[in-house]
């Protein structure tokens, strides 16, 4: 696909980017996909679907953290998605304490857009001056639309949908944030090393 990509385009020394980027969209449609048919099985559809409404914006808008590998990311990312939907979907929380709390989370993204946003990796930063101001007005675009959405389900009793799109936030901005980038590299560490070792053992 990505060789075809390049003759179509007329640009052969771009495979390989073509390559990588088709490779992480089909990794991204076949981690969503996973996820939502786990969700069907574990009956948490809804909360599901609504943490990634604010999930799947945030990052794309926001940046962030991703592990090493692909397969990492899948693991992580399904764990993050379906352990926060079924949180969401099991919890009890007062209305008014889960306005608070979105109210918090509301500061932190915006403080988070102005001070992070777009977060890139060591490897690849984000630096040019017209893309940093573009994905700063679209993540902020998506914060207040985020906080519309989530108040309305809030005072519409849908708390279970509320709790999944503040998880989402939350979640997103924890990994836009330089504590998320510690804590997958910190993750991505104990992998390796777990690795190293199977394959000390294997040999």
Same mark, same amino acid.
């Given at each position: 696909? $990505?060789?075809?990509? &390049?003759?179509?385009? =007329?640009?052969?020394?771009?495979?390989?980017?073509?390559? @990588?980027? /088709?490779? $992480?969209?089909?990794?991204?449609?076949?981690?969503?996909?996973?996820?939502? +048919?786990?969700?069907?099985?574990?009956?948490?559809?809804?909360?599901?679907?609504?943490?990634?409404?604010?999930?799947?914006?945030?990052?794309?808008?926001?940046?962030?953290?991703? !592990?090493?590998?692909?397969? *990492?990311?899948? !693991?992580?990312?399904?764990? /993050?998605?379906?352990?926060?939907?079924?949180?969401?979907?099991?919890?009890?929380?007062?209305?008014?304490?889960?306005?608070?709390?979105?109210?918090? %989370?509301?500061?932190?993204?915006?403080?988070? %857009?102005?001070?992070?946003?777009? $977060?890139?990796?060591?490897?690849?930063?984000?630096? =040019?001056?017209?893309?940093?101001?573009?994905?700063?007005?679209?993540?902020? +675009?998506? +914060?207040?639309?985020?906080?519309?959405?989530? @108040?309305?389900?809030?005072?519409?009793?849908?708390?279970?949908?509320?709790?999944?799109?503040?998880?989402?936030?939350?979640?997103?901005?924890?990994?836009?944030?330089?504590?998320?980038?510690?804590?997958?590299? %910190? +993750? =991505? *560490?104990?992998?390796?090393?777990? &690795?190293?070792?199977?394959?000390?053992? =294997?040999?």
């Amino acid at each position: 696909m $990505a060789r075809s990509l &390049g003759n179509t385009l =007329d640009s052969q020394e771009s495979v390989e980017i073509y390559a @990588y980027a /088709l490779q $992480a969209l089909l990794m991204i449609v076949l981690n969503l996909t996973l996820v939502v +048919i786990a969700a069907f099985f574990l009956k948490i559809i809804p909360t599901t679907l609504a943490f990634l409404a604010v999930f799947i914006p945030f990052r794309v808008f926001g940046g962030g953290v991703h !592990m090493s590998t692909f397969p *990492r990311c899948i !693991m992580i990312g399904s764990f /993050l998605m379906l352990g926060s939907a079924y949180l969401a979907a099991e919890m009890s929380i007062l209305p008014h304490q889960l306005a608070l709390l979105c109210l918090f %989370t509301l500061l932190l993204a915006f403080y988070s %857009t102005v001070k992070w946003v777009p $977060a890139g990796s060591e490897k690849s930063p984000i630096k =040019d001056p017209g893309i940093v101001r573009m994905q700063k007005r679209n993540m902020l +675009i998506a +914060i207040v639309i985020w906080a519309g959405c989530v @108040y309305r389900f809030i005072y519409s009793n849908n708390d279970s949908l509320a709790s999944a799109m503040f998880l989402g936030a939350i979640v997103s901005i924890m990994l836009i944030s330089p504590l998320g980038f510690y804590l997958m590299g %910190t +993750i =991505d *560490r104990i992998l390796n090393k777990f &690795g190293r070792r199977v394959l000390t053992h =294997d040999a």
